[in-house]
């Protein structure tokens, strides 16, 4: 995974509303992760469309936080959904 990277969710796995807990899921063929808010803020900006980067710019200003560390933390909880097979990213 680079900054460069178009992120998508694969064929199987998609965000859900979790009602019961009221809070956000991503679901996957016999898997279901909980999120917390930051994986959410992440996710909901994954579109198939956006590189890491422009994720890292964009919760960069909304958080007010250096896009530097944002991008790093980015990458690495992107990274390890697609070693879980729960994301995929295309090379830009």
Do not use: Y
């Given at each position: 995974?680079?900054?460069?990277?178009?992120?998508?969710?694969?064929?199987?796995?998609?965000?859900?509303?979790?009602?019961v807990r009221g809070l956000r899921v991503l679901l996957?063929?016999?898997?279901?992760?909980?999120?917390?808010?930051?994986?959410?803020?992440?996710?909901?900006?994954?579109?198939?469309?956006?590189?890491?980067?422009?994720?890292?710019?964009?919760?960069?200003?909304?958080?007010?936080?250096?896009?530097?560390?944002?991008e790093t933390d980015v990458l690495t909880y992107l990274?390890?959904?697609?070693?879980?097979?729960?994301?995929?990213?295309?090379?830009?």
């Open positions: 995974m680079t900054p460069q990277c178009v992120p998508c969710l694969p064929r199987g796995v998609r965000l859900a509303d979790d009602r996957g063929p016999e898997r279901v992760l909980m999120l917390d808010q930051i994986g959410d803020a992440v996710l909901s900006r994954v579109d198939g469309a956006r590189s890491v980067r422009a994720i890292s710019e964009d919760l960069a200003q909304t958080f007010a936080a250096p896009r530097d560390q944002i990274g390890d959904l697609a070693d879980k097979r729960l994301l995929e990213a295309r090379h830009g």
